[in-house]
């Protein structure tokens, strides 16, 4: 089964995370998947790309497997993190709208893709969460860049902190997401498609790279301040803490080591 699907149609390129028995969890070999995907639409003629995730969630973030073993090496925590960067920066600047289209629980780094779009349409029972701090890291993928852009960087820290999760409407007047509906995310995405496509699509490109292009150097620091950070927070006590709980499906008790 493949862990990424590309669908195209009537000038949007659908693309559906697909692991839906892990909540559509992020590893690096679905990460890779995903990065050959971003390629082929970066390069095709259609003018609106919707991300969405097949199952139960969006997803549910970096893959606790792909903690435990790939970033114990410093090569494939190396090139797990290029993909993942790669992945964000060519969805900011891609000359097309990008529609994330959140159903079900979105956390982490999947909450951190869900954010690279220039429209996030969530279920209203959808759930939003950055989370990191319950394994004992920052976000990644840009996640402090795509927070401090959409909520200003007071809320954004307090939110990083808090390990909350909030519902659709709630993440609406946060600022994270734009639309919420009632009905399924993915065909309110495409009723918002519909409509960028009936726009003057030349137009919105142009603004949307106007704003994009000046931020990019930004992003860039922020995505290499978070491979720093992830790689020093790894290897402390409270992350091998925060892996545990999660594991065994109890709270974690930090020690500051």
């Not at 590893?27 to 097949?54: C, F, P, W, Y």
């Not at 307090?158 to 994270?176: N, Y």
């Amino acid at each position: 089964m493949k862990s990424v699907l590309l669908e195209r149609k009537e000038g949007i390129s659908f693309i559906t995370l697909n692991r839906p028995d892990r909540y559509n969890a992020l590893n690096a070999h679905m990460l890779m998947d995903l990065l050959d995907i971003v390629k082929q639409v970066e390069t095709n003629d259609d003018r609106v790309v919707i991300i969405s995730g097949n199952g139960p969630a969006f997803s549910a973030g970096g893959d606790v497997k792909m903690l435990q073993q790939d970033f114990t090496n410093d090569e494939l925590y190396d090139d797990v993190m290029s993909t993942i960067e790669a992945i964000m920066m060519k969805l900011y600047v891609m000359p097309k709208i990008v529609i994330s289209a959140v159903q079900g629980p979105v956390a982490g780094l999947g909450l951190s893709l869900a954010l690279t779009a220039d429209y996030v349409v969530s279920h209203t029972e959808s759930r939003f969460g950055v989370l990191f701090m319950g394994v004992g890291l920052v976000p990644d993928g840009g996640g402090h860049f795509w927070l401090s852009e959409r909520l200003g960087v007071d809320a954004a820290k307090k939110f990083i902190w808090s390990m909350d999760q909030v519902l659709g409407d709630e993440a609406k007047k946060m600022g994270l997401a734009d639309v919420v509906s009632d009905m399924p995310a993915i065909e309110r995405a495409q009723q918002l498609a519909k409509h960028c496509l009936a726009a003057p699509f030349e137009a919105m490109i142009s603004t949307k790279l106007m704003y994009h292009h000046k931020k990019v150097v930004d992003l860039k620091d922020y995505l290499n301040e978070e491979r720093h950070a992830q790689k020093k927070l790894r290897h402390t006590e409270d992350h091998q803490e925060g892996i545990q709980a999660f594991l065994e499906k109890r709270a974690p008790v930090f020690n500051n080591n």
